[in-house]
Structure formats: structure tokens, C-alpha cells
């Protein structure tokens, strides 16, 4: 199984701040690497696919990058609604593997 | 717009069944792909089950493979995931997803790109 190391678990920033997450597989991945958000009590919605598409809706401050085995989820200039919790997602085999999630809270 | 209503969900003992179902609608679910996954109490997410648009083939995650059973009813929109000998280790919230393909110039991948609110299941006794 691939596995998907997310880092950090968790990180406190203030409205405002670039914040970086990366996500580390075991093995390459092309560019089969989603992000998803999800905020307590609720589904998670995807945010950026194929490692750097963005899904239709999400504001642009939101970017994905990278390719192989290292990517990258950046949020240019942080916002009140963005604190929640983001995962990324491996799809490049069977069976598909989720990181541990990064939670970004308030500073 | 697309909508997934998983139901079915509840408090069931350690060995019994539960058949889980999701209503789609806003999309032609016999072209799509669909998944399970799901997300035991403050954990992370987990893929449990895929089937494909025509139920012709399906893939399970190790933990469920020969107690689960992913299938859907395309005349219903529907989708199912009959659980069999649960244990404690199942209890999670399942979201059924619309689970995305795409072999394309411009972008090639998989994603789930819609997921429904979540049916939680509780394996005690």
C-alpha cells in the first residue's frame, strides 16, 4: 500500500498568513495527489486535483503543486473560513490511501 | 446539482449486518463511478469500497474485503454497502462519493469530486 505522510499534524496561524502543508508518498505518483477540506461535523470537499487543478468554487488563494513522491497545498493569504482540516489523497493505485490530516487553527 | 443522501446508519451489535444506501441524483449515476469511504470518531478518512458505473467490477480495502459488498441498482440511482460481522472497529460515518476518472491532454486523474453528508454507523453492545 502507498503510504501518505502529511506534515505537519497541526499548526496555529493568523488571519492573513501564507500556509504551506506537504504531503510525502512512499512511492511516485504522477500527479494522482488530491486536497480535501473538511470542517467539523462535515463531509469533506475537495479542493485541488491532479495536484494542482483547482475544483470549481474554491478561491484562488488555494494552490497545489508538485509531482513523484513530494506535494505541496499552500493558502496565500489565510482566511477566517479556511481553518478546518486538510487531507490529501493518493490515487494513483488500489487501495487508495488518505494522509493523516493537518488541522489549521487560530492563532 | 449533485446531491448523495447516504442512509441506514445506526447502533448495531458486535457480529450483525447493516445495509447502507445512497440516493443520487443531479448526475447520470449510471456513467459514474462511485466509492465508499468512511471516518471512524476524530480519525481520518478511509476508503472502504469502489464500483464502477455498470457494478461490473469492484475493489475493497484489505480491513473489509469478505464482509462487505459494494453494489448499486441503476434504475434506482442507488447505491448500496450491505456490512456483515461487524466489530467495534468498524464504527465510523460512511460518505458515499462520486468517484471521478479522467484520461485527458489536459489533466489525467481520480478524484472524489462530490460526497454526501455521512450515515453514522456504531458497532457496541
Known amino acids: 500500500d502507498i503510504q501518505m505522510t502529511q506534515s505537519p499534524s497541526s499548526l496555529s496561524a493568523s488571519v492573513g498568513d501564507r500556509v504551506t502543508i506537504t504531503c510525502r508518498a512512499s512511492?511516485?505518483?504522477?500527479?494522482?495527489l488530491n486536497w480535501y477540506q473538511q470542517k467539523p461535523g462535515r463531509a469533506p470537499k475537495l479542493l485541488v486535483y491532479?495536484?494542482?487543478a483547482l475544483q470549481s468554487g474554491v478561491p484562488s488563494r488555494f494552490s497545489g503543486s508538485g509531482s513523484g513522491t513530494d506535494f505541496t497545498l499552500t493558502i496565500s493569504s489565510l482566511q477566517p473560513d479556511d481553518f478546518a482540516t486538510y487531507y490529501c489523497?493518493?490515487?494513483?493505485?488500489?487501495?487508495?490511501?488518505f494522509g493523516g490530516g493537518t488541522k489549521v487553527e487560530i492563532k | 446539482e449533485v446531491q448523495l443522501l447516504e442512509s441506514g446508519g445506526g447502533l448495531i451489535q458486535p457480529g450483525g449486518s447493516l445495509r447502507l444506501s445512497c440516493a443520487a441524483s443531479g448526475f447520470t449515476f449510471s456513467n459514474e463511478a462511485m466509492s465508499w469511504v468512511r471516518q471512524a470518531p476524530g480519525k481520518g478518512l478511509e476508503w472502504v469500497s469502489y464500483i464502477t458505473g455498470s457494478g461490473g467490477t469492484t475493489h475493497y480495502a484489505d480491513s473489509v474485503k469478505d464482509r462487505f459488498a459494494i453494489s448499486r441498482d441503476n434504475s434506482k440511482n442507488t447505491l448500496y454497502l450491505q456490512m456483515n460481522s461487524l466489530s467495534a472497529e468498524d464504527t465510523a460515518v460512511y460518505y458515499c462519493?462520486?468517484?471521478?476518472?479522467?484520461?485527458?491532454?489536459?489533466?489525467?486523474?481520480?478524484?472524489?469530486?462530490?460526497w454526501g453528508q455521512g450515515t453514522l454507523v456504531t458497532v457496541s453492545s
Open positions: 491532479g495536484a494542482s
Open positions: 462519493v462520486k468517484d471521478t476518472t479522467i484520461f485527458g491532454v489536459v489533466i489525467t486523474g481520480r478524484w472524489f469530486d462530490a
Open positions: 512511492q511516485s505518483l504522477n500527479t494522482f
Open positions: 489523497q493518493q490515487t494513483y493505485t488500489t487501495p487508495l490511501t
